[in-house]
């Protein structure tokens, strides 16, 4: 979602005119969060996606109707319908769709969102309003390839890493590219400073002297998810030097070790996938099931860790 108000940002600063599509209001269905947003530009171009199938050319056209009369629009769109194709019920539920004309001003506000380091509000028309909250900062401790993967991984699923390893020669911006931040620092020290802002502490350094001090940190406070990797024989070790440490088993069960779902990792970047679907579940109190093997609700209810987190006013 953050890429569609840096392309709108772009669009803006260059005097091109456009119109947004962003969904305020979702009723018995969640195709996107609130905030997504669909972007057209004066000569066609779309970009963005609200996840609304075969409207979404509805939506576009409204969009374009906005670019030339800049009238403000709500545009409901009814997922109940019959199906035109197999004649089977839609998906169920309904959206509605603000469309609207933002002015150049707008272009500072866009390019905060795309960034993600703080929330912002947008102020629609009709005493309507929505927030897109910031990033969600995760903490990984260890400045590997593997932790390279998390961030980049992360990035695509709203994160913002912050990578700590206190050796210089690696904790390097050419060699963690994707991370949000990177801190040369012990985690013993670092930690207690940044944990508070973060979603999860990941523990990929593999060496006792870096992870234990980290987890020591993370057991220390009040992070949702702590993950460690290494062998169920290294995990059994962590353990121990902890219980050594004063920590209970209660405390302990914390740890997720070795972090990550049972996916057949082969690679730096499937174990990435791993541990952060790992997060993602555990964030969404989900198990990690094969969706075809459950049942309810597919998609993650409107909580304030989803990803992007959003709010809407429709007040008049």
């Known amino acids: 979602m953050r890429e569609v108000f840096g392309t709108v940002a772009q669009w803006l600063s260059a005097g091109t005119p456009c119109a947004l599509g962003t969904l305020v209001q979702a009723v018995d269905s969640a195709p996107a969060p609130i905030g997504a947003t669909v972007a ?10 609200i996840g609304a199938g075969c409207y979404e050319s509805e939506i576009v056209d ?54 993600g380091t703080h929330d912002v509000t947008v102020p629609l028309a009709q005493n309507q309003q929505f927030t897109i909250a ?13 932790a390279n993967e998390i961030a980049r991984i992360g990035a695509s699923l709203d994160f913002a890493a912050t990578i700590v390893d206190p050796r210089p020669i690696f ?10 931040e990177i801190l040369a620092a012990w985690p013993g020290d670092a930690l207690p400073r940044v944990l508070p802002a973060c979603r999860a502490l990941i523990v990929v350094s593999h ?28 995990q059994a070790a962590r353990r121990a030097a902890l219980r050594e440490l004063g920590y209970t088993d209660a405390q302990l069960l914390r740890i997720h070790g070795p972090a990550g779902l049972d996916i057949g990792c082969g690679t730096p970047g499937q174990s990435a996938l791993s541990i952060l679907a790992h997060v993602v579940a555990e964030s969404n109190n989900r198990s990690g099931t094969p969706l075809e ?24």
């Open 134 to 146: 910031a990033k969600r900062r995760i903490c990984i401790v260890g400045a590997t390839t593997l």
């Open 293 to 316: 093997r459950t049942a309810g609700p597919i998609r993650a209810s409107a909580r304030d860790d989803q990803a992007i987190e959003s709010t809407v006013s429709m007040s008049k």
């Open 171 to 180: 904790a390097t911006a050419d060699r963690m590219r994707d991370a949000g």
């Open 207 to 234: 060496d006792p002297k870096f992870d234990l001090p980290a987890l020591q940190a993370g057991l220390d406070s009040d992070v949702a998810y702590i993950g460690l990797l290494g062998s169920r024989r290294s």
């Open 62 to 115: 409204a969009c374009r109707k906005t670019i030339e009369d800049g009238k403000f629009r709500l545009v409901p769109i009814d997922l109940s319908s019959a199906d035109e194709i197999t004649g089977s019920p839609g998906c169920g539920g309904a959206l509605t769709i603000a469309v609207w004309k933002p002015l150049p001003a707008f272009a500072e506000r866009a390019e905060a969102i795309a960034r």
């Open 40 to 49: 057209v530009d004066g000569s066609g171009r779309v970009a963005g996606n």
